[in-house]
């Protein structure tokens, strides 16, 4: 049996819905099952999302999220970035694109998967919570479920990326809220920020 069992390949989703119910098998995403034993880690997270449908598009935010540190069943939409700044969206899309780019160090390739890096993966979803709330407190209470799942050293890669970040939108705010949700405590901690 495959690492990764997807509807129609070769078996039909009520197949795998039995197979699940027999206790052979897990869901890991929406469309994709895996034998029970299986080891999830980056790699096959990566191979369950799989490939973007449409091309210069790179996994990013909380799809990116789920491949590095992810628990339970992967997102139902998944998220991605433009590799190059561009129009890249269509209103049928069945995903979500964000209009970007993603280049260099901020890029990462997982089981030949392109994946925004975990700092940047980090940087995006902190940007998304400060510019869906506005709110350094708001955007930092919708961020802690998400920072749990990292490890302490990652934090503090994250934390020391945001310092490298200049000329981007609200990285003043992006690092203040960081430092409550990254912080060695949690709290932010006694970490110094660069204020650039």
Known sequence: MDDVLRIG???TYTELMDLALDGLVFRLTDSCWVPVGTRVDAE???????????RGLVLSHHSAHWVWWGVGTGPTTREYTTRSRRRARRADDP??????????????????IEVTAPARTLYDL?????????DEEQAAARLRRSAAQVPAAERAEFLDYLDDQYRRPHVRALRRVAAQVFGPDGTGGDRGINRR
Do not use: F
């Open 9 to 11: 390949e070769p078996l």
């Open 44 to 54: 096959l997270r990566a191979r369950a999302l799989g490939r973007p449908a449409a």
């Open 95 to 112: 995903w979500i694109t964000y209009e970007r780019w993603v280049q260099g160090g901020d890029l990462a390739r997982v089981a030949g």
């Open 126 to 134: 902190v940007l998304l919570a400060w510019e869906d709330s506005g």
